[in-house]
């Protein structure tokens, strides 16, 4: 069939409960404003980094290395509490892998968040390959980030999230991509895709179209 290509953050995961939980941690101890779930989603795409860097600087902060250290740390350690799948993603991932499509992650988040969510969530078992935001010296929106999660296959792919950077990477690839319309990304955002898909399951019908 083809490989499919899913974003993490926004696509396959809703992860607002534990990055605004994790952040609301930061922001007590370096007492600044607290985050509200739609401010982090609107934040987010480029990693935690840049992540910590928006919010401090939507306070009138400079980017503080530390604080940003201190924030993956305790993100990493509490990833999968609160975070959950999207409406019928298993489902849905099941039904992609009986159609023959091999299934890949291609994600900005960093590689220990990224496993022990895709564990917990019980869909690490689903992906050949997962390519994370650390995993290389380059992310999404480089296109060589979505070649690395593709491995090599050659065959017919297509990309599938919920971010500029993820439209970005695939137009770069040349690959396909389907807009994650239930994501954290702003319809705009959607610009330069192939397709843009209302609810997770619609990507059983759309890849055939593709
Ligand atoms: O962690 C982020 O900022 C975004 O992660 P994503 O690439 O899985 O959407
Ligand atoms: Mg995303």
Redesign the pocket.
Known sequence: MGTIVF?????LVDALPDFTDAMNRLMAAMALTPVTGPEIAGY??DGPRVLVERVLTARGKPMDESAHAAFLTDYTAHAAEGSLLFPNVTETLEELAKRGWRLAVCTNKPAAATEILLLALDIRRFFATVSAGDSHPFKKPDPRHLLAALAGETGRSIMV???RN?VQAALGAGVPCIFAGW??GKPEMAAGATAVAGRFADVVELAETL
Not at 7 to 11: A, W
């Open positions: 974003d993490l953050d926004g696509t987010l795409g999230g919920d971010h993820d994501g954290y």
